[in-house]
């Protein structure tokens, strides 16, 4: 029976061929660059984080100075990253190791492309060059070098015999298409870690943005509220003046009229008083 697998779906089975195939990529550069030693790193701290450099010393059976020496030269290469912090108990600083995966294949896949580039200019060399070779020594050298030594090897004496490259070239060939599958599944694997690591990114920056949104929102509502405050208080206070100015001025008004009919009565009296001289 047939069983149909939707496109875009991932296997359990699929997943843990995947990290395999990605663990023995990351053993062979991590290998390469630091030494065989060194390959036990990967099972460590492959899908880790933050992990102690005592523990990954304790686990290699290596001293610390050993251990930090190979974390310090992966390290340099970019293919760990580390932060630090202070044991409160014992007061010095211990490093945690993270393995970076993406920069992983990235040398991984730079190594690969010159290795490819060096096999593609060995099996052009094959295809149009004449080589000869000492039956005795087994040294293989080019035309130009043969002709310095009139074809005879400087080593023994002996005669140089025209090399068959057809196998050579054969050999070559597996060679080139075995790490061209290599780098296109290395560079498949890298381009979707960085499409991990840029969407890990914007959901951080998005996060941060939102952050700061509500941040300001909060703090002009907060402007918004002390600004309604000050005008409730403000408009209290004036209520209160208003009050008191509304009570105040009828007195004026009858203090104004009192004058009014003094002045009135002043003058009513002095009318009276030249009528009386008359």
Known sequence: ???????????????ILKDKMQVKLLKKIVGHVAGEES??????????????????????????????????????????????????????YIYFWTLDILKSLEILEEKISLE??????????????????????????????????NFICPECGEVYV?????????????????????????TREREEEQGKQEKKLSRTIK??????????????????KEREKEKRKLEKKNGKNKKKKDKKKPKKKVK?????????????????FKKKKK
């Open 39 to 92: 390959i036990k790193i990967v099972d460590l701290l492959y899908g880790k984080k933050d992990i102690n450099e005592f523990l990954i010393a304790k686990k290699l059976g290596l001293t610390i100075n050993q251990t930090r020496n190979l974390l310090y030269r992966l390290s340099n290469l970019g293919i760990l990253s580390s932060i630090r912090k202070k044991d409160k108990r014992k007061g010095w």
């Open 256 to 272: 104004k009229i009192l004058k009014k009919k003094k002045i009135i009565k002043k003058k009513s009296s002095k009318k009276k």
């Open 162 to 186: 025209l090399t068959d490259t057809t196998k050579n070239v054969e050999s070559i060939s597996k060679e080139i298409d075995k790490l061209k599958r290599e780098l296109t599944f290395i």
């Open 116 to 149: 490819i580039e060096q096999l593609e200019n060995k099996l052009r060399n094959k295809k149009t060059k004449r080589f000869y070779s000492c039956k005795i020594c087994g040294v293989e050298v080019n035309e130009e070098t043969a002709l310095l030594t």
């Open 207 to 224: 996060r941060i943005e939102k952050k700061k949104k509500d941040e300001r929102r909060a703090r002009a509502a907060k402007r918004k």
């Open 1 to 15: 029976m047939v069983t149909f697998k939707p496109k875009g779906i991932y296997y359990p089975s699929i997943l």
